[in-house]
């Protein structure tokens, strides 16, 4: 027991000594453990991506969307990215690779899975192998997604509230951590969701229209006509006092009693009216 005692202290002894002396060729516990920290930190910068402008379709931000029926709903977005913008496709590209290269360390156990393709060509077709829409064209096209609801904010960094803003067809920013994944045997890198900003409007897409697309300019107001459509009804002149009807004057000495006018009908109640607002 003594001898055992003695060699766990030699140990410490020997550890504390490394960990205070820097020895040619030798790096302390403590280095170490910082080198590994600093990796980790630089590895998980190099998977995110804040893109240029970017066009957004299928837009989940607001109430997650399960993409199969039973599946875990999520917030998720698909992202064209202009062809054009090379240095954001670049990124993208380190970024999937260096995800890749932290799966290998962290999800697969040092194994090597082919990587399935990511970023998909707008000019070519689906995974399905049906044509990608025309608004794809020119662009490559990707999905993010997260479990978390992703902040959404303006040009401005201020907080989008109304979700008639944020739909299909509008341009924005979007920033995406790429992160290896190792489900049931299937492994592979994925595109995570983080904060989207709104840059400006477009053309949306999916049918969505306005109400100034659906009814134009509102038209310039007339005045009414003089006279009476024939058969149009005429509702009575309001009662007088609150809420009680005018008292029958008796006739002056010498003229003739007015004639009775009939009781108006309320056309969607069918019930008398009393001064009171149609339908009530």
């Not at 100034?212 to 300019?217: S, T």
């Amino acid at each position: 027991m003594g001898e055992a005692l003695d060699n766990y202290l030699e140990d410490m002894e020997r550890a504390d000594f490394y960990n205070s002396h820097e020895l040619p060729g030798l790096r302390s516990v403590s280095q170490i453990n910082q080198t590994k920290k600093e990796t980790m930190r630089s590895m998980s910068q190099a998977t995110s991506v804040v893109t240029g402008e970017v066009r957004l379709s299928y837009v989940n931000l607001f109430q997650p969307r399960a993409a199969q029926q039973g599946g875990e709903p999520k917030y998720s977005v698909t992202i064209l990215l202009p062809k054009s913008d090379t240095a954001t496709y670049n990124r993208i590209q380190a970024a999937i690779q260096a995800a890749y290269e932290k799966g290998v360390v962290e999800k697969w156990n040092g194994a090597r899975p082919p990587l399935k393709t990511t970023i998909h060509d707008g000019d070519g077709v689906r995974p399905s192998g049906e044509e990608f829409g025309p608004e794809c064209k020119g662009h490559w096209v990707f999905t993010a997604s997260s479990k978390e609801k992703p902040e959404i904010v303006d040009a401005n960094l201020n907080p989008i509230i109304d979700q008639s803003k944020v739909y299909s067809g509008v341009y924005g920013r979007v920033h995406i951590n790429f992160f290896a994944y190792n489900r049931s045997g299937n492994r592979g890198v994925a595109a995570g969701l983080g904060p989207v900003q709104i840059l400006r409007d477009g053309e949306p897409l999916g049918g969505r229209v306005t109400a100034a697309d659906v009814f134009g300019a509102a038209p310039a107001s007339a005045a009414p006509p003089a006279y009476s459509q024939p058969g149009a009804y005429v509702p009575p002149a309001p009662p007088q006092g609150y809420g009680q009807p005018a008292a029958p004057q008796p006739p002056a000495y010498g003229q003739q009693p007015a004639p009775q006018v009939p009781q108006q009908i309320d056309p969607i109640t069918g019930q008398p009216l009393g001064g009171g607002i149609y339908g009530i």
